[in-house]
């Protein structure tokens, strides 16, 4: 790619790129939230026209004007939510993305093709499984498996890991090995820096649409490459104070939730949260995390038990009047839960506050108020956008989280539900934004954290719930000895008390 320039009402968001990869090479692509990574490669895939500039496949330029046009080029993309029919099957969705899928009979005569492909990359899938039935690693690889049907030499991946569990991002990284070392190129999007220094070749680093460096993963560290992205130094570990637990917050007292698929999600959970603590939930994706944060907002039905704030009973009540109650969330999936797609970034900065007296006067809205309001969070959770006029969709996903995340804390909530806050966010976000919560618990908030980064959880939280197949495998202190045990925990293989102290008569590995 030669001196690609790309603007969106007047602002830049890639000026002057060259950005070049070999064959049998994986390229990592760093940057903040909103440094245009996504577009140059929305370039490169033909969703978007360049303004300036050149793409050339082994020297010769090339005109990529559609994502068919860029298939056929050899260029695959994966991108960071995927493009897939849920209600439709594996063999069904690669049939929708196969350049040459026949007229006639397209599932049959396409599933020994399949079969070869999940054969050579060891790839694991029911063909006949609906797509919303499937884990996101699952899902991933469906889409891996697209790209590599239509002949893709050169995939590029957008944000791969952000909604991957620990297992499934080392899958992938043993896939994308095994595709290197047969010659395919990859275009690696992370913000995560292990990740990028365990499987990148080289690295170019973008800022505010431009490049600001490049380098040999062998040949720099984490913080080099920390500060070209963020342009300051980042602070890795953070220090948190000790503080003393204040009033009761949350009481969940045996709650039994019943998950999408019908079966059993949460099974008898209890536990309390007070003022002043964050409180972690750490395990594996799909034991329950989702379907317990929705059962304390609201989203999901209990199926008994009970949830009190405060003193104040909230079991089964809607979403509005628990936030009313003083409970925010910052949902796991921000697209679906968090936002208004279509409506504007200042309409999405009050979503479930715009029946609130500041913001409203019977059946009006005050917008002068609202706009303010929008123009405080832009600046202080640090949102790139051109204007709070902007259809939320035109941001970047981190950005998007940013916008969710000003908007639940600005109301000083008693309790703060937060999963995976950081999903999305670049290293200098994620420092921000745990720098905030750590102010919250000052201020005598209480957050309730789901997390599947166990560095996350052990930074920021003051006592950590390890969950297993929707129960509780034990609920310790930060900085309880019994912690080193936390893998054997989240497999189900050892439960705790509270205390630490081993249940003897549950335990299956001692």
Not at 196 to 222: E, F, P, S, W
Not at 322 to 337: A, K, L, N, Q, T
Not at 416 to 425: D, F, K
């Amino acid at each position: 790619m030669k001196d690609i320039s790309k603007s969106f009402h007047g602002i830049h968001a890639n000026k002057e790129i060259n950005l070049h990869v070999d064959s049998g090479e994986i390229l990592g692509l760093l940057g903040e939230n909103g440094a245009g990574k996504t577009t140059l490669m929305n370039i490169l895939y033909g969703l978007y026209q360049p303004e300036t500039g050149q793409i050339c496949i082994n020297g010769n330029p090339i005109r990529i004007t559609t994502p068919v046009e860029s298939i056929t080029h050899g260029i695959g993309m994966v991108h960071q939510h995927f493009m897939l029919v849920q209600n439709h099957t594996v063999i069904e969705n690669i049939a929708l993305g196969y350049k040459d899928t026949p007229f006639f009979f397209p599932k049959v005569k396409l599933r020994e093709k399949v079969r070869k492909f999940s054969e050579q990359f060891d790839f694991s899938i029911d063909l006949d499984q609906k797509v919303w039935q499937l884990s996101a690693g699952e899902q991933q690889r469906i889409e891996i498996i697209k790209a590599l049907l239509n002949g893709a030499d050169l995939l590029i991946l957008d944000e791969p890991t952000s909604v991957l569990t620990p297992q499934e991002i080392k899958e992938l990284i043993d896939i994308l090995r095994r595709m290197k070392a047969e010659g395919h190129s990859i275009i690696f999007i992370s913000h995560k820096l292990d990740e990028i220094m365990d499987i990148c070749d080289r690295v170019t680093v973008l800022r505010k649409g431009q490049i600001v460096g490049h380098a040999d993963t062998a040949d720099t560290d984490k913080k080099g490459l920390a500060r070209m992205m963020v342009g300051r130094d980042v602070v890795f570990s953070i220090d948190k104070e000790k503080m003393e637990k204040g009033a009761k917050a949350l009481s969940v007292d045996n709650i039994h939730v019943t998950g999408d698929k019908g079966m059993p999600a949460v099974k008898g959970v209890s536990f309390d949260l007070f003022k002043n603590e964050i409180f972690g939930v750490a395990g594996v994706a799909g034991n329950g995390q989702r379907e317990l944060a929705e059962a304390i907002t609201g989203i999901r039905k209990i199926d008994s038990g009970t949830i009190r704030i405060t003193d104040q009973e909230i079991t089964n009540l809607s979403p509005r009047k628990i936030y009313d109650y003083g409970v925010s969330h910052v949902p796991e999936e921000r697209i679906r839960f968090g936002i208004a797609p279509g409506l504007f970034l200042y309409d999405n900065a009050i979503l479930k506050q715009h029946h609130l007296k500041k913001f409203s006067k019977r059946y009006f809205l005050k917008y002068n108020q609202v706009k303010t309001h929008a123009k405080s969070i832009v600046s202080d959770f640090k949102v790139s956008t051109h204007s709070i006029n902007n259809q939320i969709r035109n941001l970047s996903g981190g950005n998007i989280q940013k916008l969710i995340l000003g908007r639940e804390i600005s109301e000083k909530p008693k309790l703060l539900v937060a999963s995976h806050p950081t999903y999305g966010l670049d290293i200098g976000a994620t420092e921000f934004l745990r720098q905030h919560l750590l102010e919250l618990r000052r201020q005598g908030s209480t957050v309730l954290l789901f997390s599947e980064d166990l560095d996350e959880i052990f930074e920021l939280c003051d006592r950590v719930a390890i969950i297993f197949d929707g129960e509780l495998m034990g609920i310790l202190n930060a900085d309880d000895p019994a912690l080193s045990d936390i893998g054997l925990m989240m497999a189900g293989s050892k439960r705790m008390a509270e205390s630490g102290n081993p249940r003897p008569n549950r335990l299956t590995n001692e």
